[in-house]
């Protein structure tokens, strides 16, 4: 912005200004003149000549509301030219009289804004979007003191802490309350973890929440910039995660810290309280109960499951992504905000995902340009949330992969399978009791050049699958876990040929040798081309496997170790091949 006024937001849409002063516009109208992809704010036509204005919008209904907008004079008989800010939603930005002063204000004294007291107390009644624009504006731009983020929706994360609570001492619960992606400004994404810790509590209760939210938590809150955070809601999260340390040995240390820094003192932690009785209903206002969000605030609690709607488009907005890097997108896609950030580091770079709750586990796949292709990490966005480490810098070329919904078998658990969008040819059938595999092309190849080796890295299992041609023009698949507890285990893949071709389950034995549990198999030869599926998880139970999976890789095992290991199921009292 600096002297000159730019939108704050990302869409913009065409106002016809009446001599009255009134605007209108078209609802129907595709934002950004219909280049949805294209940054308003970054969009050359903004550069010089416009000012901010409160534009004053009417409805088909007669109703008037002000809104955020810009103007500039043109030559000609219309004069002026006019322009709406819209939200992630496609609605315009909704500003007070008072609000336009405030913002206008500002803006003529960008990046290096004077922060008065009664200028912020105005904003602070804004609608959380203006807000939220504002503040992520001014980090981009320039360098806010603390009590500039003190405007964001900061109720909300005391609300959420409350009915956290609440649902820990009950033993399952929801806290009410999205926070979605208003917090990302502080540059802490403690916002989705405690997005995951609630929808965890709803749909699985207080154990494992660990793993689901708490951990990440406060690690977010260890490590934040708590100037940003005003007063009442550090108190807030202190009691939250000092009830974190109480609930489980693997997060205690993490949350203490957390605890400490929050309240500015050592302390203790508390055990949870004891819980209610199944059944016992919730007083409005207490803790665990649910809180309802109005027009200009976050959202309600998604309903319970996976929502196929919202999957869907969580996978077309991350299949149209750019490759990216450094830097962040975010837009509002099928009702839902989508949010990504990839930032730089020493040793590498970090994809920070965040996507309504609603969409599941949405597998993604990540892969840098610095290694041309040959590496690509595979990680879940769990609970709307993913982090993801890559050894290389960005850019980044980030997506959905590809899923394989099972068939033949029922899965497990009442799990629902949900076909991935714009697949087409056969669909694998899976050997687990999970109801989607995961695709990754890993042999991409022409045949007048040379065959290169394909990685694919699994963080959360520490796996390795890695696709190559031997000296002798037979191509390998092999498996690498460091970790002596995957010894003993079994990886399910699935091979599929290229354009659409059969498809062929196989298992690799892991099996510990010198500093890695590894096991490999010879799938095929110079000419063919592949791609692989893996599961989520390796297997601990042989009786789970395929019989005709585990016959077809003994006789395609690489090595002695790999073959006897899947030929000791074939011969063992548990004969998968064997009647029940």
């Not at 290169?452 to 876990?481: N, Q």
């Not at 019989?547 to 004969?575: F, I, M, N, Q, Y």
Request: proline fraction near 9%; hydrophobic fraction near 40%; charged fraction near 25%.
């Amino acid at each position: 912005m600096s002297a000159v006024h730019r939108p704050l937001s990302e869409w913009v849409t065409e106002v016809a200004l009446q001599r009255d002063g009134t605007g209108t516009w078209d609802p129907q109208a595709e934002p950004n003149s219909g280049d949805r992809a294209r940054d308003a704010r970054r969009d050359p036509r903004f550069e010089e000549g416009w000012e901010r204005r409160r534009i004053v919008l009417e409805s088909a209904s007669g109703e008037r509301h002000g809104v955020l907008g810009l103007v500039r004079a043109e030559p000609g008989p219309d004069g002026v030219e006019a322009a709406a800010e819209l939200t992630h939603a496609g609605a315009p930005v909704l500003v007070s009289e008072a609000g336009i002063a405030v913002v206008e204000r500002l803006e003529r004294q960008w990046p290096q804004v004077r922060q008065d007291p009664a200028d912020l107390a105005v904003l602070a009644a804004e609608p959380v979007v203006l807000r939220w624009s504002l503040v992520g504006r001014l980090v981009e731009e320039g360098d806010p003191g603390p009590e500039m983020f003190h405007i964001l929706p900061w109720e909300l994360v005391e609300r959420s802490s409350r009915g956290l609570i609440g649902a820990i001492d009950a033993g399952r619960g929801a806290s009410g309350v999205l926070l979605m992606h208003w917090f990302a400004p502080t540059g802490s994404w403690f916002g989705g973890a405690m997005d995951q810790m609630s929808l965890w509590l709803r749909d699985a209760g207080a154990a494992g929440l660990a793993e689901h939210g708490g951990i990440a938590l406060c690690e977010e809150l260890a490590d934040a910039d708590l100037g940003r955070f005003p007063e009442p809601a550090r108190r807030a999260l202190a009691e939250l995660t000092r009830r974190l340390a109480g609930l489980d040995a693997g997060v205690r240390g993490v949350a203490q810290q957390a605890t400490a820094r929050l309240s500015g003192t050592p302390t203790a932690p508390t055990a949870p309280a004891a819980p209610t009785a199944p059944g016992t209903p919730t007083a409005p206002g207490a803790p665990g109960a649910a809180d309802s969000e109005g027009a200009q605030g976050p959202s309600a609690p998604p309903d319970a499951g996976v929502s196929a709607e919202m999957v869907e488009a969580v996978t077309n907005w991350l299949r149209d992504l750019p490759v990216i890097g450094p830097g962040e997108r975010s837009a509002d896609v099928g009702g839902g905000p989508m949010r990504l950030a990839v930032t730089e580091q020493e040793d590498g770079g970090e994809v920070v995902l965040e996507v309504p709750p609603s969409a599941g586990d949405v597998p993604v796949i990540v892969r840098a340009e610095a290694d041309g292709g040959a590496v690509t990490y595979l990680k879940w966005l769990t609970g709307g949330r993913m982090r993801l480490e890559v050894d290389s810098p960005p850019p980044y070329e980030v997506g959905p992969a590809p899923r394989r919904p099972r068939s033949g078998r029922a899965s497990a658990g009442g799990h629902t399978v949900v076909p991935w969008p714009g697949r087409e040819g056969e669909l694998a059938e899976g050997v687990r009791s999970e109801p989607l595999t995961l695709q990754r092309a890993l042999a991409d190849y022409t045949p007048d050049e040379p065959r290169d080796e394909r990685i694919l890295v699994v963080p959360h299992l520490d796996l390795k699958v890695t696709v190559y041609e031997s000296g002798d023009g037979r191509l390998i698949v092999s498996a690498s876990v460091s970790s002596r507890e995957a010894d003993g285990r079994w990886l399910e893949l699935v091979l599929h040929e290229a354009g659409g071709g059969s498809s062929r389950e196989c298992v690799i034995p892991l099996r510990w040798a010198y500093d890695a549990a590894e096991g490999a198999l010879i799938v095929g030869g110079w000419q063919d081309s592949l791609s692989v599926s893996v599961g989520p998880e390796l297997v601990g139970d042989p009786a789970l496997l395929s019989p005709e999976a585990v016959r077809w890789s003994a006789e395609h095992a690489k090595d002695e170790r790999t073959g006897e290991a899947l030929r000791s199921l074939l011969r063992g009292p548990a004969d998968p091949g064997g009647t029940p």
